[in-house]
């Protein structure tokens, strides 16, 4: 009975396994090899996990995941837009934002007075003629909805650069026509240095023959404002050469993105023990900030904490150095505030103390973002503030607040902010905008 049975069934059961087995086959090379149909399917699982992934903003939580635009973040300010505070004062400066607007359904990319809020341009980001021609594929920014002109950068004409965030970088000209696209995994900060060349954060496929582990190896690049990589700078080599091994691979359990360099702040100007040529790089997963001189591939001085998994590095007059603190713990895929603010220091290579002057009008404002944000130390002592998480910006002094813009949840905005850039008067050329 049993051996009739068993002939009856064994060819199905054999078909069976013989079934399965070639879909695991066909699996497995789908997924290492992009046979068919790997180019119709990894688009739509990229999009996907982008969705429910949420852009690189805090973490939601699943149901936040299926209400909230993907560039959206829970609300945080009940109110939106611009903010005068202080009404004896008047902003003389420029910002360069760059924001998701629902009435174009995409990111955009304006110029505007602060004095009025006034938008002067407006650059409308080919992002689909991007994404075609840049390959870089990471699941969150380089998709259309989740798109980001990160940091961008003025340039001569009405010219902008930016990259995603982790994807190519780009150049449009005023007319927000692609002028050039440098295909490679850019990331972060974007400034300009003495020669007039652009320094920027990359992953480079590189490995270190003299690390035995896996390691996601990150450079700055210097790139010709017409679209060529000209140098670029291993950060981990840079560490190891000059003697901060143990840094880089000793301290507690070694992870493969143990860099997250967010800042290459190029030096301008002679002060103190820095020259001109310097870079100032902040290296956020060793909680680490150093000044580098290429010239010679030396660490002029380096410093770890008191901030923790910082973001933005300057260089100031007096010849001291602000540092934007997210001050957050990263507890494997939580994060947790150390404090309930974050804090800007001021830091003093040459007598190696540190200073906190804003900390008072920063606790009265709950300021406090955790994986993004910004600082700078403006002329007359004011400290311009991109709280990134919040959707909010800040102009404070030690004892008051100048203004506030929040980019909130309205009808034509989402509320992310991508890295919104601070101008003088003195450092922007409108001379080719026709108003």
Same mark, same amino acid.
């Given at each position: 009975?049993?051996?009739?049975?068993?002939?009856?069934?064994?060819?199905?059961?054999?078909?069976?396994?013989?079934?399965?087995?070639?879909?695991?086959?066909?699996?497995?090379?789908?997924?290492?090899?992009?046979?068919?149909?790997?180019?119709?399917?990894?688009?739509?699982?990229?999009?996907?996990?982008?969705?429910?992934?949420?852009?690189?903003?805090?973490?939601?939580?699943?149901?936040?995941?299926?209400?909230?635009?993907?560039?959206?973040?829970?609300?945080?300010?009940?109110?939106?837009?611009?903010?005068?505070?202080?009404?004896?004062?008047?902003?003389?400066?420029?910002?360069?934002?760059?924001?998701?607007?629902?009435?174009?359904?995409?990111?955009?990319?304006?110029?505007?007075?602060?004095?009025?809020?006034?938008?002067?341009?407006?650059?409308?980001?080919?992002?689909?003629?991007?994404?075609?021609?840049?390959?870089?594929?990471? =699941?969150?920014? +380089?998709? !259309? /909805? @989740?798109?980001?002109?990160?940091?961008?950068?003025?340039? &001569? #004409?009405?010219?902008?650069?930016?990259?995603?965030?982790?994807?190519?970088?780009?150049?449009?000209?005023?007319?927000?026509?692609?002028?050039?696209?440098?295909?490679?995994?850019?990331?972060?900060?974007?400034?300009?240095?003495?020669?007039?060349?652009?320094?920027?954060?990359?992953?480079?496929?590189?490995?270190?023959?003299?690390?035995?582990?896996?390691?996601?190896?990150?450079?700055?690049?210097?790139?010709?404002?017409?679209?060529?990589?000209?140098?670029?700078?291993?950060?981990?080599?840079? =560490?190891?050469? +000059?003697? !901060? /091994? @143990?840094?880089?691979?000793?301290?507690?359990?070694?992870? &493969? #993105?143990?860099?997250h360099l967010n800042d290459a702040q190029p030096i301008l100007q002679n002060l103190k023990e820095a020259k001109i040529g310097d870079v100032a790089l902040s290296i956020r997963h060793l909680s680490t900030v150093l000044l580098y001189r290429p010239e010679t591939n030396q660490v002029i001085w380096l410093k770890t904490g008191p901030w923790l998994n910082q973001h933005d590095i300057n260089l100031l007059e007096t010849g001291d150095y602000s540092v934007f603190g997210n001050d957050i713990i990263r507890n494997g895929d939580h994060l947790v505030p150390k404090n309930t603010i974050s804090e800007i220091y001021i830091y003093d290579p040459t007598t190696n103390t540190v200073k906190m002057p804003y900390h008072g009008m920063l606790k009265q404002l709950n300021m406090l973002t955790t994986t993004q944000g910004s600082s700078r130390i403006l002329p007359n002592g004011d400290v311009y503030i991109e709280e990134t998480n919040s959707q909010r910006i800040l102009r404070i002094s030690p004892e008051q607040v100048q203004w506030i813009f929040v980019n909130g949840i309205t009808e034509k905005t989402v509320g992310a902010l991508h890295w919104v850039r601070y101008y003088t008067p003195e450092e922007i050329d409108l001379s080719w905008l026709k108003e």
């Amino acid at each position: 009975m049993f051996s009739k049975i068993l002939k009856t069934y064994l060819p199905i059961i054999a078909a069976f396994y013989l079934v399965a087995a070639s879909f695991a086959i066909w699996g497995y090379a789908v997924s290492r090899y992009n046979v068919f149909p790997a180019s119709i399917i990894k688009p739509r699982i990229r999009e996907v996990v982008a969705f429910l992934k949420g852009g690189d903003e805090e973490r939601k939580n699943k149901l936040q995941r299926i209400q909230y635009h993907r560039q959206e973040i829970p609300r945080k300010f009940d109110i939106s837009g611009f903010h005068k505070i202080n009404q004896s004062f008047d902003d003389p400066g420029y910002l360069l934002a760059s924001y998701f607007k629902k009435e174009y359904g995409q990111t955009v990319i304006e110029l505007i007075r602060i004095q009025d809020f006034k938008v002067l341009y407006q650059w409308l980001v080919p992002i689909e003629e991007i994404l075609t021609l840049g390959k870089k594929t990471d =699941l969150d920014t +380089n998709s !259309y /909805e @989740g798109y980001r002109a990160q940091h961008p950068l003025l340039l &001569e #004409e009405g010219s902008v650069v930016f990259s995603s965030g982790n994807g190519p970088l780009v150049r449009l000209d005023a007319q927000s026509k692609i002028e050039w696209i440098i295909d490679r995994s850019f990331h972060h900060s974007i400034e300009r240095d003495h020669n007039g060349n652009l320094l920027v954060p990359v992953f480079t496929p590189d490995s270190i023959e003299s690390i035995p582990v896996s390691l996601c190896n990150e450079s700055y690049a210097v790139v010709l404002p017409q679209g060529k990589i000209l140098q670029e700078y291993p950060v981990a080599k840079i =560490l190891m050469d +000059n003697g !901060y /091994e @143990g840094l880089l691979l000793g301290v507690g359990k070694h992870e &493969e #993105e143990c860099l997250h360099l967010n800042d290459a702040q190029p030096i301008l100007q002679n002060l103190k023990e820095a020259k001109i040529g310097d870079v100032a790089l902040s290296i956020r997963h060793l909680s680490t900030v150093l000044l580098y001189r290429p010239e010679t591939n030396q660490v002029i001085w380096l410093k770890t904490g008191p901030w923790l998994n910082q973001h933005d590095i300057n260089l100031l007059e007096t010849g001291d150095y602000s540092v934007f603190g997210n001050d957050i713990i990263r507890n494997g895929d939580h994060l947790v505030p150390k404090n309930t603010i974050s804090e800007i220091y001021i830091y003093d290579p040459t007598t190696n103390t540190v200073k906190m002057p804003y900390h008072g009008m920063l606790k009265q404002l709950n300021m406090l973002t955790t994986t993004q944000g910004s600082s700078r130390i403006l002329p007359n002592g004011d400290v311009y503030i991109e709280e990134t998480n919040s959707q909010r910006i800040l102009r404070i002094s030690p004892e008051q607040v100048q203004w506030i813009f929040v980019n909130g949840i309205t009808e034509k905005t989402v509320g992310a902010l991508h890295w919104v850039r601070y101008y003088t008067p003195e450092e922007i050329d409108l001379s080719w905008l026709k108003e």
